[in-house]
């Protein structure tokens, strides 16, 4: 870079958010220092190829969907450690984060609805003591089994909402 550029190319590393032109602008500068100093077609493909990976990366999840749009703002932790993992020549320039630090996405977590058992543990002396008793245990089962069927009902259709969001951007409809 030249010499009247900054110790820290990127003054906006402490920020919590940054605009997305100006982290696009601010890593082709760097990156591709010799075509973003050109102007016209040469400064825009350079910009054109950190906003390609950028893209690539929010599709496959290693990079977070911006947190407002327009205009498009980015979380500057996540997006420091996509690209230091992306670009290692940056890991010496960024100091506000971990340079050791991975970038991996959670997994979704799983909820399972459990299922009741029943013992019995005193037999009725007579048969029809039992079968009062095999009654009441068998309806018990059944609105045990009906509870957990439209729990799981309800799981599905909560993970479904909560995928759709994550693939929409967390967009706000108001």
């Known amino acids: 870079m030249s010499d009247t550029t900054v110790s820290t190319p990127f003054v906006w590393q402490t920020d919590e958010l940054v605009l997305e032109t100006t982290a696009v602008s601010d890593l082709a500068a760097y990156l591709y220092e010799g075509e973003y100093r050109r102007f016209g077609y040469e400064r825009h493909r350079a910009k054109a190829r950190i906003r390609s990976a950028m893209a690539r ?69 007579t048969y029809s003591e039992l079968l009062q008793k095999y009654r009441l245990l068998r309806a018990a089962y059944l609105e045990e089994k009906s509870r957990r069927i439209d729990a799981e009902n309800k799981l599905k259709k909560l993970c479904r909402q909560q995928s759709k969001r994550r693939q929409d951007g967390a967009k706000r409809y108001e």
């Not at 290693?62 to 749009?69: D, G, R």
């Not at 450690?81 to 991996?104: H, M, N, Q, S, Y």
């Not at 996405?105 to 029943?118: A, E, H, R, T």
């Open 57 to 125: 990366a929010t599709k496959k999840g290693k990079l977070a969907p911006p947190v407002s749009s327009p205009p498009k703002y980015l979380n500057v932790r996540n997006l420091l450690l996509f690209t230091c993992a992306r670009w290692p020549e940056l890991r010496g320039v960024i100091d506000t984060i971990d340079e050791a630090a991975t970038v991996k996405p959670l997994p979704d977590m799983q909820i399972k609805v459990g299922s009741v058992v029943v013992d019995i543990d005193d037999i009725p002396a």
